[in-house]
């Protein structure tokens, strides 16, 4: 890796500096108010010196927006560093290597990787998504680029300079259902095994859920890896919009919206007051908690008030521990990793008994698996008969029905997209590609909601959602996290997966060592 640290990367990794990021938003449009007031904003936080970094989102909510890489260059040329959000969504696996050279060459270094909000508008219409890849293979290619990537040449191979990024990655730990939260806790120790520097939660408000998230990432092995808490300033008209899951991922429950609108009516400035010493509070204990710093945002707030925040979260931190009881808003019925501290309301080191419910597997995960067993696994009975087909069939006129076959029976089966590069293994059967809008082979993105996918609210349960309980059944649910799927191999597209498999090609193939046929 590039012997390089950013002024952020240096924050977050002193244990004597509490880090403080500003998320700003800009609009869409390249000169229009938006944009103005993120360039004042800059100017302000870097004037002040009190900011680490200021974070710039990517399309958020799925909204087309100035480049967030290029604006992140032009906030550097002010003399602060921008945490630039880069995201999946939008861009192919070679434009998202391109860009990081770009930034890299701006010295653009601070990223945070996430999947990004499913686009909701475009040009005379909704945008097609494009998530090509998911965060933890951007991680992995951020790494490769860290070390010095090696790439062909016509001579053979060249290794490229290593950059310098300072890559972190998102997680969510505001899930209702253990299905749900333990996809995300999957997919977290995926980003942290692909080297993530860094973690930032989702906007959330319980506070066991925040210390849930740090000691996740603790419980996974990874104790040097800094935490970043999310604080939102909270209005009550975003508050009602997160409460109807309006704004996907971002969880704010009936009690909180209820007390948020006592105060408001109770209140001369519409509630300001009380959302900015309620951000505070937040500051204070995560601080208190062991989080490296904190992540600021908030719809339309001055700077003026982020120094408000910081100057009082640092006077309420010596006794964060009473301000927990205030930031008690579980989800009803929600499940927690860890079992519940009743003295401070927070966490014990203990994680709770996921062993103890076990529902049943259904008929159709039975069928597969057998099916699985017999054709799929080197002891299997068909493997060796399938494996002799495949190498007969191969490369011959005999080819193309075979692959309508198999095409056929997986699309009754499992809507298949005949993408060639199959994760039905990956996934207790159920294919990522056609059954998630995303396309996410590595776990959920953190957009879903009670267990319904961000895109199909209470139409469509994310395909995490279904695969867990499949793999409960049996005791295998670890496996999700187990190993990393690597981006689908675009030059098996419209191929026979099966062929892949038994010849080698596919990525399953070469995870389990499966070689094709020795020829005769």
Known sequence: MAEYLTKFQESLLDKDTFSVTWELVPGRGAFEKAQEVVIASAEQAAKSGRIHALTITDNPGGNPAISAEMLGEEINKIGIEPLVHFTCKDKNRNQLESLLYGLDRSRVHNLLIMTGDYPVSGYKGRARPVFDIDPS???????????????????????L??????????????????????????????KLESGAQFIVTQ????????????????????????????????????????????IPGCVVTDKQVAEMAAEVEASDDKGKKARLERAAKMYAFMKGMGFAGVHIGGHG??????????????????????????????????WYFFEKDEETGLNKDTPVDRSADRPPAGAGYKAFQALHHAMFEKKGFLFKPMQSLAKAVDGTRAEHLFTRVEHFMKVMTNECMHCGDCALF???????????????????????????????????????????????????????????????????????????????????AKRLGIAPPAKK
Not at 175 to 189: A, F, R, T
């Open 137 to 159: 293979m951007l991680l992995d290619m951020i790494t490769d680029l860290n070390a010095g990537l090696e790439v062909p040449t016509f001579k053979g191979s060249t290794t």
């Open 203 to 246: 906007l959330g408000y319980d506070a066991r859920k925040f210390q849930e998230a740090l000691m996740l990432v603790k419980y996974w092995g990874y104790e040097h890896v800094p935490v970043v808490g999310n604080v939102y300033v909270l209005p009550l008209g975003a508050a009602r919009l997160m409460n109807r899951n309006g």
């Open 301 to 334: 707030m001055a700077f003026e008030d982020l120094e408000y925040i910081v100057d009082r979260g640092e006077e309420l931190a010596p006794n964060w521990l009473d301000l927990v009881k205030e930031f008690d808003y579980p989800q009803p019925d929600g």
């Open 426 to 508: 990956d996934l207790a059967y159920l294919c990522p590609m056609s059954q998630c809008p995303k396309g996410q082979r590595n776990g959920p993105c953190g957009g879903s909601f009670e267990g319904w996918c961000e895109v199909y609210p209470d139409k469509k349960e994310c395909i995490y959602v279904r695969v867990y309980p499949r793999l409960k059944s049996h005791g295998a649910e670890d496996t999700l996290g187990a190993y990393h799927v690597p981006p689908v191999d675009y030059d098996l597209l419209w191929t026979s997966s099966w062929l892949n498999f038994y010849m080698g090609r596919d990525h399953s």
């Open 161 to 190: 300079k290593p950059t310098g990024f300072f890559a972190g990655a998102a997680v969510s730990p505001f899930k209702k259902l253990e299905s749900e939260q333990m996809g995300q806790y999957y997919k977290l120790k995926k």
